[in-house]
Nanobody, 118 residues
Framework: QVQLMESGGGLVQPGGSLRLSCTAS????????MSWYRQAPGKQRELVAK???????DYADSVKGRFTISRDNAKNTAHLQMNSLKPEDTAVYYC????????????WGQGTQVTVSS
């Protein structure tokens, strides 16, 4: 079993920045992809950013140029650097990890609240 723990959420003013972190309880060397999703009230969960084993990344159009996803395999951690935040970025952000091998499966964190408001 794998546990994912997110941190770094909070309240920030429009134009501000936050850095989310997701730490896995098992080595991420066997993770095919790590992703960040978000879900705003009354809306479906949507993919925000994804980083694959080889380092390839993908972003939702709404965050391109503002958000950056990265991973630190030595620390079993993925980060989401969020700059130029907008009120419409307000949501619960979830970390997801797709494991292969012994821990094969898709795992989710408990979510961290990001609120962008003046």
């Amino acid at each position: 079993q794998v546990q994912l723990m997110e941190s770094g959420g909070g309240l920030v003013q429009p134009g501000g920045s936050l850095r989310l972190s997701c730490t896995a309880s098992q080595s991420v060397f066997s993770v095919k992809a790590m992703s960040w999703y978000r879900q705003a009230p009354g809306k479906q969960r949507e993919l925000v950013a994804k980083i694959e084993t080889g380092g390839a990344t993908d972003y939702a159009d709404s965050v391109k140029g503002r958000f950056t996803i990265s991973r630190d395999n030595a620390k079993n951690t993925a980060h989401l650097q969020m700059n130029s935040l907008k009120p419409e970025d307000t949501a619960v952000y979830y970390c997801n990890a797709d494991y292969v091998g012994a821990f094969r499966g898709s795992y989710w964190g408990q979510g961290t609240q990001v609120t962008v408001s003046s």
